[in-house]
């Protein structure tokens, strides 16, 4: 006996499908932000190494290597902790430490440099974990759709980077 093999209709979804319901919709607008945010993070923080103390060669290597060690830490959180646990973790690491650096007095060069690392390190770690963590978020049906409005979201925070770059080097005149 052959059974009447007929393919399957599939299902068509629409971008506005990520926006259906209050949960989606959340978690969507959650992602889209988180995703952008990370993204002028990564990109601020890797376009500004000639700006950091000390020898800007020196300074880009390190930035380099340390993602070596980001992604491998990555990997290992996101085989033995909760995917919110590990990405929360890394975010507040690299975004604190990001912060504290302004506390530091400008004559301390190792010390600055060494805490620009660890929050490369941090937003590097957490950068890698989003892939992940975003594509167990949505369901099958609008997973690509999701994937690719935060990549978007992320490409766009990438364009906007070298503008808070740029704020940086800009001294207040009336200030």
Known sequence: QMQDSKPQQQQKAILLDLFRTRNIATITIMSLLLWFFTSVGYFGLSLSTPNWHGNAHVNCFLSA??????????????RSLPRRYSLSGT??????????????????????????????FGITAAFSMLYVYNVELYPTLVRNMAVGATSTASRLGSIIAPYFVYLGETSCISC
């Open 65 to 78: 290597v340390i993602e070596v060690p980001a992604y491998v830490i990555a990997w290992l959180l996101l």
């Open 91 to 120: 975010l507040f690491l690299g975004g604190g430490v990001v912060l504290f650096i302004q506390l530091v007095p400008a004559d301390f060069n190792v010390l600055s440099v060494g805490l620009v690392m660890v929050g490369k």
